[in-house]
Nanobody, 127 residues
Framework: QVQLVESGGGSVQAGGSLTLSCTAS????????MGWFRQSAGKEREGVAS????????YYAESVVGRFRISQDYAKNAVYLQMNSLKPEDTATYYC????????????????????WGRGTLVTVSE
């Protein structure tokens, strides 16, 4: 089965920036939709951002609009999340997701819409 590997997490002060990377071990195909989710200890997994190869198909959680930016490198089977102006409430384990099962972007923020997951990378934002 294809593997997803995230990197780029770490500890940063509020207002700082981090860039997360996720690379699939092989070509996934389909719509190419990939996404980022995050989960704090004891909390539900939350959709952060998602994009695919088509235009007009990029989504962001309201809490990160204007601060985070998702991008893909299709040739490398990779997706990135540039995170700016980080806040303590952004602290979470961030997961890369692929293998989108939907026929449109409606399920972009639903964990059940993705069939492939990375193991996560921890982001900690301090005051």
């Amino acid at each position: 089965q294809v593997q997803l590997v995230e990197s780029g997490g770490g500890s940063v002060q509020a207002g700082g920036s981090l860039t997360l990377s996720c690379t699939a071990s092989k070509y996934i195909g389909g719509s190419g939709r990939m996404g980022w989710f995050r989960q704090s200890a004891g909390k539900e997994r939350e959709g952060v951002a998602s994009s695919n190869k088509g235009h007009g198909s990029t989504y962001y959680a309201e809490s990160v609009v204007g601060r985070f930016r998702i991008s893909q490198d299709y040739a490398k089977n990779a997706v990135y999340l540039q995170m700016n102006s980080l806040k303590p409430e952004d602290t979470a384990t961030y997961y890369c997701a692929a293998g989108y099962l939907g026929t449109d972007g409606g399920g972009w923020n639903l964990p059940g819409s993705f069939s492939l997951w990375g193991r996560g990378t921890l982001v900690t934002v301090s005051e």
